[in-house]
Each structure stands twice: as structure tokens, then as C-alpha cells.
């Protein structure tokens, strides 16, 4: 309940107070950020003056943020060359309107990848992206182009048991498949729907 009403105040504000406000203070009471003391309660009838979220230490795994990590880098060169493609007309509008090839010849990062390529969507949802495949292969500076970037990625420890460089390419290309109205992602189209198989479904 606290972290729900701390993610929602600076969305619904108003909301949020009416809820704290209904909220028994003893649960309020446990809301106090861990330097407020008990002689400090009245300071904090506001959801806005307890602070951000807090979250327990058994939620923290090194192995997902070290995965996080590796993905927030891929997805930087992958929207600089989103944004390479849109000046050569090659895509024309979203994100969503590219497909993403990601090359790399290094057996950790490729496992790093491949787990999250298991569900065909995973992947392509992180980067923003209709499409994302994961291929196995040595990088050529030479090779990089327009639409293709190279990089070195830093793979922490915790992710594949050690530490590691490895090189990256990325290269994005007009998506395969027709939009799907609803979410707006490439692909194939349900049968006898014209929205795609996860919309359909839903």
C-alpha cells in the first residue's frame, strides 16, 4: 500500500491524499522514512513528505539488474540508429516501425540475450522495437554503416559468473508484417482478426 500510493501521488495527487487520509494511522506510522523518529508524526500527514519508494533488500537481484544494465546499453545504440534510419527515410515514423538485429561472437552476452529472446516479444519490447533478433558472429568495425553501429558492452560479474567485454553490433531495417491497429507493432496478423495474435487474445 505504500509503495502503491507513492507511485501514484505525482500521477493522481488528489487521489492519493484522499487515500492516505483514509488510510489508520498506525499503517501511516509505518510508512515513516527509517531517519524519521516517533516524535515526528505529525510532520508527515502528507503522502508527499514520506519520501520515494522504498523496497526490501529481498527484492534485489544483482543477476536481473546486471541483465537491465546490459539492455540499457544495447537499446542506446539501437535508438541512435532508429534515429539514423528515420533521416535516410528508411523508417518514417515510431520506433515500432524497426526490426533489430543484435551480432556478437561472445558466449555470455549471447546467453544474456537468448534468455530473453525465449518469449519472441521480450526482447523487441525491451528495445522498443516491433522485431529483435539475437545472432551468433564476429563483429568488423569495417562493417559499420548508416544503419549498423559496433560497441564494446561492459558484462558484469553477477550476470555470467565474471566480468567480461564483449563486441556488440547492432542493426536496424523496416520491420516484416502488417500493423496491428491496436498496439501498433509489426508482425503477423491473427487469423480472420485484424489485430495481431496478442491482441486478439486479450
Not at 499503517?27 to 505529525?42: E, S, Y
Not at 551480432?103 to 537468448?114: F, G, I, N, Y
Not at 519472441?120 to 564476429?138: C, D, F, I, M
Request: aromatic residues 4%; hydrophobic residues 35%.
Amino acid at each position: 500500500l505504500e509503495n502503491l500510493l507513492k507511485c501514484l501521488s505525482p500521477v493522481l495527487p488528489h487521489m492519493a491524499q484522499e487515500l492516505y487520509t483514509f488510510t489508520p494511522q498506525g499503517v501511516r506510522n509505518g510508512f515513516l522514512r527509517p531517519d524519521a523518529t516517533a516524535g515526528k508524526t505529525d510532520e508527515f500527514e502528507c503522502v508527499f513528505t514520506h519520501g520515494w519508494l522504498r523496497s526490501d533488500d529481498i527484492w534485489k537481484n544483482e543477476s536481473v539488474e546486471g541483465k537491465m544494465a546490459v539492455i540499457e546499453r544495447i537499446s542506446k545504440e539501437v535508438n541512435k540508429c532508429i534515429e539514423q534510419a528515420r533521416g535516410t527515410q528508411v523508417l518514417k515514423g515510431t520506433s515500432l516501425e524497426g526490426k533489430v538485429v543484435v551480432r556478437t561472437d561472445e558466449a555470455s552476452l549471447l546467453h544474456v540475450l537468448r534468455s530473453l529472446s525465449e518469449d519472441k516479444r521480450e526482447l523487441a519490447t525491451l528495445l522498443k522495437t516491433s522485431q529483435a533478433h539475437v545472432e551468433e558472429g564476429s563483429i568488423s568495425e569495417a562493417k559499420e554503416g548508416v544503419l549498423e553501429r559496433v560497441f564494446d558492452i561492459d558484462i558484469a560479474a553477477t550476470t555470467v559468473g565474471e566480468t567480461t567485454t564483449a563486441k556488440v553490433g547492432v542493426r536496424v531495417s523496416q520491420a516484416m508484417g502488417s500493423k496491428c491497429p491496436r498496439c501498433w507493432n509489426f508482425g503477423e496478423l491473427a487469423e480472420g482478426r485484424d489485430v495481431c495474435p496478442r491482441c486478439a487474445d486479450v
